[in-house]
């Protein structure tokens, strides 16, 4: 049976993810939250590390497509 390497803290590489691909587009997290169609507070929550907090994939997909950035890329492990 194949080994598979699985990410033991996949929220938290999606969270530096959207942080990182937010602030190359020069965004804001309330600019982020507006253009989604979500709080504020929810998109700060994401990107917080001290708060452990759960995302759909439909968020996912839309915070991808505001980021012009692939499903893959906010799920990869950064260096």
């Known amino acids: 049976m194949e080994d598979f ?3 033991s803290d996949i929220y ?4 530096k993810n ?9 965004l804001t997290s ?3 939250a507006a253009f989604v169609g979500l ?8 990107e917080s590390e001290k708060i452990a907090y ?6 996912l997909y839309k915070i991808s497509v505001v980021l012009d950035v692939t ?4 799920v990869e492990k950064q260096g």
């Open 18 to 26: 959207i942080k990182m691909y937010r602030k190359a587009k020069k």
């Open 39 to 46: 709080s504020h507070e929810f998109i700060r929550q994401i």
């Open 71 to 74: 499903l893959d890329a906010l």
């Open 54 to 59: 759960n995302f759909s994939v439909d968020t």
């Open 12 to 15: 938290g590489t999606i969270r």
């Open 5 to 7: 390497a699985f990410d």
């Open 30 to 32: 309330a600019e982020l």
